[in-house]
């Protein structure tokens, strides 16, 4: 007697966390969906014998041909990183999501809390917190580069977040426009031009830029949420409106574009049939671009030293940090730091948890002065103090 197994069932997405009417254990339903894939999260039941939607593993699908292709690819991509950083770091947390397995035409993967851009503006982080988040992303992007490769679309939608062991963890994901490059390689810009730099080229350079971005999203929420507010730009996207906050803003408001190159409205085959993109900006309008930055690196820090955080105390350190945040958003790529003295500047700006105050006297109206956000200025660094080191 032939025993008949049951096809599994795909259902649509639920409100809440109800399970779909008629689903089963074994069943899959819809939890989110992109451009190319649709996210599924398998339907089990628990002790009992409740069903109850997978909080451990998701299902990467596809409905188009170049979508299934884009997923095989990005397997291969991981696998391929994933053995080249075993070699250059042995079993450290990469901060990549690298951890994709082939299941038919699927791909299974750990099941995230969230991604990057939702969680930073829904969840209630101090600003150590995000500090070290904003760290997380910065030897993300690093290990991308130690293996070969650009992300080729960094963005925080792209990161996403995963609760381990009571702590927060980022890991870079989404390969699909991932580059392998060489050091001082450049490629076209293939996916969204909004963390893009303004040369409009995939380069090594050109990810600390987008890098330096990411890691003012991450902080400015907690350093001014009232400016981030008010540059905020809502832009129609078919029947739905999306909000660009902070420096996304900011960045629109001043003459970027939202959307994508030649390359990128091609999509997936626009990879095969352009070699060269030219800059998003020009040079007139990336120096101009360069200095709107940099004053808004300056209100930001003029908010450290003016605003209380009872979880990070003040320290003159921190410095470094907004100053490296200027080097990483030069106009010219060849005045950028490499990712490699990224990681090392931020390690020795900040901790995860405290930092030595590097005076005890309290500031004075000449020290405040200096940091008038309305009158922004060139950041003076301070010989470095000593830290504490951050995990690596």
């Known amino acids: 007697m032939t025993v008949q197994t049951r096809q599994p069932k795909f259902f649509p997405k639920q409100s809440g966390n109800k399970i779909a009417k008629g689903a089963q254990a074994g069943d899959f339903q819809k939890i989110n969906s992109g451009a190319v894939k649709t996210i599924y999260a398998k339907i089990v039941a628990n002790q009992e014998g409740a069903l109850e939607v997978d909080s451990t593993r998701v299902l990467y699908m596809s409905n188009t041909l170049l979508g299934r292709m884009e997923l095989n690819e990005e397997v291969e991509k991981a696998d391929e990183i994933r053995k080249i950083l075993k070699k250059k770091i042995g079993t450290a947390e990469s901060h990549i999501q690298t951890d994709l397995v082939r299941k038919g035409e699927a791909v299974e993967a750990p099941k995230a809390i969230g991604d990057l851009d939702d969680y930073i503006k829904k969840s209630n982080l101090s600003l150590s917190d995000r500090i070290d988040i904003a760290y997380q992303v910065v030897l993300g992007m690093q290990n991308m580069q130690k293996a070969g490769y650009v992300t080729g679309d960094a963005k925080l939608e792209n990161i996403l977040v995963f609760r381990e062991k009571g702590r927060i963890i980022v890991r870079i994901s989404d390969f699909g426009k991932a580059r392998e490059l060489a050091e001082n390689g450049i490629s076209y810009v293939n996916g969204n031009p909004r963390f893009t730099s303004p040369e409009g080229v995939l380069s090594y350079k050109g990810e600390v830029f987008s890098t330096a971005l990411m890691i003012l999203r991450i902080l400015e ?79 930001l820090c003029n908010r450290y030293f003016t605003k209380s955080f009872a979880d990070t105390p003040k320290n003159r350190t ?17 005045k950028r730091p490499s990712m490699e003295e990224v990681q090392s500047r931020y390690k020795k700006s900040f901790t995860r948890s405290q930092t030595v105050a590097a005076s005890k006297r309290k500031p004075t109206r000449a020290r405040h002065k200096a940091f008038d956000a309305s009158k922004p200025r060139p950041i003076r660094t301070p010989q470095l103090m000593r830290t504490r080191s951050l995990p690596t």
């Open 221 to 299: 929420e907690s350093l001014d949420p009232a400016l981030c507010r008010k540059l905020t730009v809502a832009i129609k996207k078919g029947a739905s409106t999306i909000e660009r906050r902070g420096v996304e803003g900011l960045l629109l408001r001043n003459g970027r574009k939202n959307k994508k190159g030649i390359a990128g409205q091609l999509g997936y085959l626009g990879r095969y049939a352009i070699d060269k993109m030219t800059s998003i900006l020009s040079l007139k309008q990336a120096k101009q671009e360069e200095n709107i930055l940099h004053r808004h690196i300056d209100a």
């Open 318 to 334: 921190v410095l470094h940090l907004f100053a490296l945040l200027k080097d990483m958003t030069r106009a010219d790529p060849n």
